[in-house]
Nanobody, 127 residues
């Protein structure tokens, strides 16, 4: 059973940057696509960004496109989310998750295609 641990969240002023990390246990991290989701108080969990197992393809929610960058380092079993030009509306708990299916072609945004969720890391953007 893989375990995911997010880190890097915190309090930042609008316009600032943060880099989230998602460290995975296990030796088969490199065969699964990864995704970042977020959940604000009173709202449903939503897709933020995704990356294929090889890192060759990425996808972003329209709300973060051009500001956030997802990446991965398979040698370190870690996925990242670089967040720039942060806005107060980016405030949420951010979760990483692994695709249920290994070697998946393309990036999926469907939350039901993900499993092995981390515990989340809080990101707060002040205005």
């Amino acid at each position: 059973q893989v375990q995911l641990v997010e880190s890097g969240g915190g309090l930042v002023q609008a316009g600032g940057s943060l880099r989230l990390s998602c460290a995975a246990s296990g030796r088969i991290f490199s065969t699964y696509g990864m995704g970042w989701f977020r959940q604000a108080p009173g709202k449903e969990r939503e897709f933020v960004a995704g990356i294929t197992w090889s890192g060759s393809s990425t996808d972003y929610a329209d709300s973060v496109k051009g500001r956030f960058t997802i990446s991965r380092d398979n040698a370190k079993n870690t996925a990242y989310l670089q967040m720039n030009s942060l806005k107060p509306e980016d405030t949420a708990v951010y979760f990483c998750a692994r695709n249920i299916e290994s070697w998946r072609r393309g990036v999926t945004r469907r939350i039901t295609d993900f499993a092995s969720w981390g515990q989340g890391t809080q990101v707060t953007v002040s205005s």
